[in-house]
């Protein structure tokens, strides 16, 4: 997994609310047994028009606008567990995602996947949002270290949290493979003494 | 000693032990389940990292997502979809894991096969690559959906690693009326709470409804627990539940079975126990229901209007199902039935669609498709007799699998199309690009297609 410290980035505004990760990476793109490729999928079915010509009114294919790092309306990543959902964003050069409120399995796999996910309050996002969106050259910084969000020329900032021990991981790049493979003989103990 | 929910004692019995006081818990996994479309990228990684699967006697593993619903016993067509089947296939043979793979007389989706196994049992902790893994909470198991890196996790150690979740109860006592079915009163408490109410909870049902229901029904509920946000539900197991797993293949037996179900006896929820959130509902309130927009949480009482709300989101997902707001659903003409999914293909399912659709026809404009959750589901339709009734109302009765549900297979809705669908989700292009989903129950469903249109199935039955 790669380390992340901190990040300054213009951003995607992504305003819509309930983006559900059937819509992040449908479903029909799903058949892959690896994690390659991903991102040219993403959004797929808001990017383009059925007939695969491009949507001009899908932010993504608005040029003004890019970055690696994605602001989104409240609760984004809920519906399908699909880890392919974090693959595509990451995939599409995305490091940090930003919104009011996370689906709980998108979070964990954003996590796993290098990806931060910047949980901030509604009123912080729609600042942010409308910053970004009248002005798409707004520079964001996101400071894991000190737990830190902030939109650089203006007094905007907000602290975001994060679980101590996943900001370790994502600060030395390691994952819970490692942590789990190291405690096998407590898990062994466990086994043997269990008693339900 | 301190009062336990029935999450706590489940849970609690569960951990191994802790990162430090306030970081994550190492949870020990008594089940895993695994499909073709979560798992190969889980398995390439253990692979890629030279670690062996520690515990393969606990897995269990069908093909589901991407399977055909026709002539299953000839090679898939479709060769992204081959390979993915084969990859399961030899990654299970070569891990010695247990996979009843396509035509196998125990597939199906795995949400339905597992229970029928008797691998869900009350008490254990269960996950699978896949969100809906919340029905297993029907048994009391602490079962939840989990993402492929976390395949691999549990691939490797058997083991999760996890903050504790919220807990978060919801009741409902009463008296439910008549053509109100489980997946009526699940529609039911999504619409009333929203999609992410239940974020970064677990939640309990509790109350007289959901202890009258039977095992298929708590099944339809508990699956749904994921689409108002919680990670899982559990309704505490009680003698439904017992004589439900008592008897099945992976079910403890003989005195063994005497003494889990003496154990399973000591997990509801202590009187006075404490709940973060806890919400009530009345059964008599509850009518049957329908979805208009684009998640589940926009549902309306069948013969409701549909609400009005000025919302970016709210527009979007009306525009998106061409309904406008103060409009009801009721003669809405409807081509495309689909009558299958982990939540409601069970044989009760059949059997209501059954009962309702014996002597009748479908409608010309209709095309229905009935797909058994299981091989088991589907021979126990063939026996007590409903596929005559469907075939001689001109319904199709396909091969189980996940099919329309979210469309993996060939089994895709139109663009622009409805879908009156017993599934979960109703997302934008769900069951195909451009397709609209429009969820109910399995009677709402089998109403639709013998009308051709939605009817208000509450005074058809009175
Ligand atoms: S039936 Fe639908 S919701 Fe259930 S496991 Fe299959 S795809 Fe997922």
């Given amino acids: ?196 | 000693m301190s009062k336990k929910t029935l999450f706590d004692k489940v849970w609690d019995a569960h951990v191994v032990s802790s990162v430090d006081d306030n970081g994550p818990q190492i949870l020990y996994v008594d089940k895993h389940l695994i499909h073709e479309v979560t798992s190969p990228q889980a398995f390439n990684e253990l692979e890629d990292r030279g670690i062996p699967i520690f515990r393969p006697d606990q897995i269990v593993a069908t093909a589901d997502h991407n399977t055909p619903t026709l002539n299953q016993d000839q090679p898939v067509r479709d060769p992204l979809s081959r390979q993915q089947l084969e990859q399961l296939s030899k990654n299970c043979k070569k891990n010695n894991i247990t996979l009843y793979e396509l035509g196998h007389q125990y597939n199906g989706i795995v949400h339905v096969m597992a229970p029928e196994l008797g691998v869900t049992q009350p008490g254990s902790t269960m996950v699978c690559g896949d969100s809906h893994t919340s029905t297993h909470g029907a048994f009391g198991a602490i079962a939840f959906g989990i993402g492929t890196s976390q395949v691999a996790q549990v691939f490797a150690s058997q083991c999760l690693l996890l903050t504790k979740p919220k807990s978060l109860r919801v009741s409902v006592n009463g008296k439910l009326k008549k053509g109100v079915l489980p997946k009526d009163v699940i529609l039911y408490i999504i619409s009333k709470l929203g999609t992410n109410s239940g974020t970064g909870y677990f939640c309990e049902y509790a109350g007289n409804v959901f202890e009258d229901m039977s095992m298929e029904g708590r099944m339809t509920v508990c699956n749904m627990s994921i689409e108002m946000g919680a990670r899982g539900g559990m309704i505490a197991p009680d003698e439904t539940t017992f004589a439900y797993v008592k008897d099945r293949k992976f079910a403890p037996k003989g005195k063994d079975f005497e003494n889990k179900v003496a154990y399973w006896k000591t997990l509801p929820t202590d009187k006075g126990a404490n709940f973060d959130k806890e919400y009530h509902f009345d059964a008599a309130d509850i009518e049957p229901m329908i979805t208009y927009g684009t998640n589940p949480g926009m549902g309306i009482k069948i013969s409701e209007t549909i609400p009005a709300d000025e919302t970016p989101s709210f527009k979007k997902a009306l525009e998106y199902m061409n309904f406008e707001a103060g409009e009801r659903l009721i003669n809405k003409p409807i081509n495309f039935v689909f009558i299958g999914s982990c939540t409601n293909s069970r044989i009760e399912d059949f059997r209501v669609a059954a009962k309702f659709i014996k002597g009748k026809k479908k409608a010309d404009n209709v095309t229905a498709w009935l797909v058994p959750g299981s091989k088991q589901v589907e021979a126990q339709i063939i026996e007590e007799g409903l596929k005559t009734v469907f075939d001689e109302a001109g319904f199709e009765l396909r091969q189980p699998g996940c099919s329309a549900c979210l469309a993996m297979n060939d089994d895709k809705i139109p663009q622009g199309q409805y879908c009156v669908s017993t599934s979960n989700r109703n997302f934008e292009g769900r069951q195909g690009q451009g397709s609209r989903t429009i969820l109910a129950s399995p009677l709402v469903a089998a109403a639709t297609a013998v009308e051709g249109k939605i009817i208000d199935i509450t005074k058809y039955l009175n």
Avoid at chain 1, 83 to 112: Q, R
Avoid at chain 1, 144 to 161: C, H, M, P, W
Wanted: aromatic share 12%.
């Fill in chain 1, 1 to 196: 997994m790669e380390k992340f410290t901190t990040l300054k980035s213009t951003a995607i505004p992504l305003n819509i609310e309930n983006v559900d990760t059937d819509q992040i990476i449908p479903a029909r793109f799903l058949k892959a047994t690896d994690k390659k490729g991903f991102g040219d999928q993403v959004f797929r079915d808001w990017r383009y028009h059925k007939d695969g010509s491009e949507n001009p009114e899908f932010v993504f294919n608005d040029s003004s606008y890019s970055g690696s790092i994605l602001v989104a309306g409240n609760n984004f990543g809920c519906g399908s567990s699909r880890e392919h959902a974090a693959w595509a964003i990451v995939g599409y050069g995305f490091k940090v995602v930003v919104s009011s409120f996370f689906a709980d399995i998108f979070k964990g796999n954003a996590l796993n996947n290098g990806l931060l996910p910047v949980q901030v309050t509604d009123i912080f996002l729609s600042d942010l949002m409308s910053k970004i969106i009248s002005n798409p050259q707004t520079q964001i910084e996101v400071n894991l270290k000190r737990q830190t969000i902030s939109v650089l020329g203006y007094d905007a900032y907000e602290n975001f949290e994060i679980d101590d021990y996943k900001k370790t991981c994502l600060i030395n790049g390691y994952d819970d493979i490692d942590y789990l493979v190291n405690h096998k003989t407590q898990i062994k103990a466990f086994e043997a003494q269990k008693n339900y």
